[in-house]
């Protein structure tokens, strides 16, 4: 168990429709980052966030949008779903910010279980 | 029906032997690259991270070397174990003050260790 939970488990919905994703980081950790797999695109980075703060981006298209609350629990919000958007969702939480590892310490991530999203 | 995916190249190794995973990345910029794992139906698990200004980096049992010069990353994992059986990632992210970041993946090789 790495300390990091994401719900729901499993989601089911149809083209067109909205969905929120939820994780709540380790305890401790500033840091979220969400990522997308799927099959035929693997694995990608969605977007990161630091105390709040958006701090870095990938392949994050238009319709998706993140926050990252006070309480440091983050949502992913995926809107005019489409089947292409069906894949499994990951977020993963650290310390500290993306590359700030140095010489004798890693910047860890830790993920959660995913959710896996399903666009029918 | 069958699920078309990714084609993954494999790395087939013997038990106890060493493992080396090869990642070429595609950005002179980045300066900041992140090796993971992920087994068989469960999430990506961090393995080790390396900064540009570094070229070789130890973590228990795994090593990363850094070419820049050629934009080369190595993963080896010394006595690989059956447990090491999964499919690897590199990343690479290019780090800018007060800006964004942003981070590619590679498509990922998988590791089957021989018992």
């Known amino acids: 168990d790495s300390g990091v939970t994401q719900t729901p488990k499993h989601l089911i919905t149809a083209t067109g429709q909205r969905v929120t994703l939820r994780c709540s980081p380790r305890?401790?950790?500033?840091?979220v980052y969400w990522y997308q797999q799927s099959l035929d695109q693997g694995l990608q980075f969605l977007i990161q966030y630091y105390n709040g703060e958006e701090r870095a981006k990938g392949n994050i298209l238009e319709r998706f949008s993140a926050q990252q609350f006070p309480d440091l629990h983050s949502e992913l919000n995926l809107s005019s779903l489409e089947l292409g958007d069906s894949a499994l969702y990951f977020c993963a939480s650290s310390v500290s910010e993306l590359g700030t590892s140095g010489r004798h310490s890693y910047n860890e991530q830790f993920f959660g279980p995913g959710t896996r999203l399903t666009v029918l | 029906g069958e699920s078309v995916g990714l084609h993954l190249p494999t790395l087939s190794v013997q038990e106890g032997d060493n493992s080396i995973i090869n990642c070429a990345y595609s950005n002179s910029a980045s300066d900041y690259f992140i090796w993971y794992k992920q087994e068989s139906g469960k999430g990506p698990q961090f393995i080790i991270d390396?900064?540009?200004?570094?070229d070789k980096r130890q973590g228990q049992r795994v090593t990363v070397l850094l070419n820049k010069t050629v934009k080369h990353l190595s993963l080896q994992i010394a006595a690989t174990q059956p447990g090491d059986s999964a499919v690897y990632f590199c990343?690479?992210?290019?780090?800018?003050?007060?800006?964004?970041?942003?981070?590619?993946f590679g498509t990922g090789t998988k590791l089957q260790v021989i018992p």
């Open positions: 305890s401790g950790d500033l840091s």
């Open positions: 990343a690479e992210n290019i780090l800018h003050s007060g800006g964004y970041q942003k981070v590619t």
């Open positions: 390396i900064r540009s200004n570094m």
